[in-house]
């Protein structure tokens, strides 16, 4: 645990603010050496805890799903990972054509909490065991074979994620971010969603009060399922920005997953809640493999935790991120069909008769009604009235006038009360 607290300092940021349009690459290792490898970590990570992917697996396991990692590459050898990492490619340099190997640790550590597998030693697995990881290098960190730190250009990540989407891809999971709209970028993921793709994207770490919150790229394109970031209380986490770009959040605040080598880290970052709903997506498509991107985006939405903000806030989305739910519940296919609005029928010949008939019959009912509270007042006067005049003889009577009152009466002396000797 001496070393998870020490990796706790440098917490890989995951999406790194954007220049010029240009997508950025990881927090980068300690110049001249790659990422040390990770600690044993037993407790059940609060991730876990929160999703209980573990529920869905009767279900889905992601069996058959290929998830691309556009990062800065995957681990193949990393031993809850081995098995399940492709070659993939590199867009960075053409010393290593392979996307399989990965110095800062970055890539690995997305990968781990979507395909990590069940281990007797830790309690830590990824969401969709059975899926497998398509690494594609975007991004490349300082080590001792290469040339520097250096990210791909947007022409080369937008070939980067039509190369995934070719090479057989049904999710393509993004955690670089660009703050500038980008044309070949916009074309690749148009393309990728038109052939039923589903492209989920970080929405960047620049959310903190005093930082810009720019628009990001591509999580803000139509079709993007973009993901913010909250902590082990459900609460949007520091760095994760927020706009309409945010449709879902999942755990991206002190996440442990896998380190290159060996091991696991804690991480921070929008980049690895990105994780886990590309994990979600991989087990829906697993189960209904002929969903479309927006079939699945609607799942994913729709059957997301509620959070503490609204829709409308821009800080959550639709939510939190809902594996067993997104497999397990039941929804309509069609879309809301609208109510035709009401045309009362025309009444019949025997409805109106008895309306007139019911008219007739209220009136005659008030003018009776009428007359014989009319009759009852002049009864009750009359009862009042007559045995009066009767004894007066039927004489007006007037009030007897007051008794005159004597003015050269002294009044008499106060009364005591009270006397005392």
């Known amino acids: 645990m001496q070393r998870i607290r020490r990796f706790a300092g ?3 940021a995951g999406t790194a603010a954007g220049l010029l349009g240009l997508v950025l690459p990881a927090t980068p290792a300690a110049a001249d050496e790659c990422a040390q490898p990770g600690e044993a970590y037993r407790p059940v990570p609060w ?3 929160m999703l209980a992917p573990e529920r869905a697996w009767q279900f889905s396991r992601g069996g058959g799903q290929t998830v691309a990692v556009l990062d800065s590459g995957v681990d193949g050898n990393q031993p809850q990972l081995r098995g399940h990492v492709k070659e993939g490619t590199n ?7 392979h996307g399989n190997t990965d110095c800062t640790g970055h890539g690995t550590a997305v990968a781990g909490i979507i395909a990590a597998q069940s281990s007797a030693d830790v309690a830590f697995h990824g969401i969709a065991p059975d ?4 690494p594609v290098r975007v991004s490349e960190d300082t080590d001792s074979n290469g040339p520097g730190n250096r990210s791909a250009t947007p ?4 070939d980067a994620i039509n190369w995934a989407v070719n090479s057989g891809a049904r999710i393509v999971n993004i955690s670089m971010v660009m703050y500038e709209d980008n044309p070949a970028v916009r074309g690749a993921i148009v393309n990728a969603i038109s052939k039923k793709v589903v492209v989920v994207a970080a929405v960047g770490n620049q959310g903190g009060a ?15 399922i973009g993901v913010g970031a909250v902590d082990f209380a459900g609460n949007r986490w520091t760095g994760s920005q927020h706009g309409p770009y945010v449709d879902l959040v999942a755990p991206g605040s002190g996440v442990i997953t896998t380190q290159r080598g060996s091991g696991l880290v804690p991480k921070d970052g929008t980049s690895f809640a990105t994780a886990f709903v590309s994990a979600a997506a991989a087990l829906v498509l697993a189960r209904w493999p002929t969903l479309g991107a ?4 609607r799942r994913l939405t729709a059957t997301a935790t509620p959070a503490p903000g609204d829709m409308n806030s821009g800080e959550y989305g639709h939510g939190i991120v809902n594996p067993y739910a997104a497999v397990t519940e039941r929804m309509v296919d069609d879309s809301p069909a609208p109510l035709p609005a009401m045309t009362p029928e025309p009444p019949t010949e025997d409805q109106v008769a008895r309306a ?4 007739r019959s209220t009136r005659l009912s008030l003018i009776l009604s009428g007359v014989a509270l009319l009759v009852l007042v002049a009864v009750a006067g009359g009862a009042l009235a007559i045995p009066r005049g009767h004894r007066r003889r039927w004489r007006a009577g007037l009030a007897a006038p007051p008794r005159e009152r004597r003015q050269d009466t002294e009044p008499a002396p106060p009364v005591h009360l009270f006397d005392g000797d």
Request: aromatic share 12%; glycine share 4%; hydrophobic share 40%.
């Open 10 to 12: 440098l917490l890989a």
């Open 47 to 49: 991730p876990q805890q």
């Open 91 to 97: 867009f960075i340099t053409g010393k290593d054509p």
């Open 131 to 134: 899926a497998t990881i398509l």
């Open 155 to 158: 022409t080369q990540f937008a």
């Open 210 to 224: 005093q930082q810009e919150n720019k628009t990001p790229y591509p999580a803000a394109y139509d079709g993007v």
């Open 294 to 297: 927006d079939d699945v985006a």
């Open 356 to 359: 007139a008939a019911w008219s």
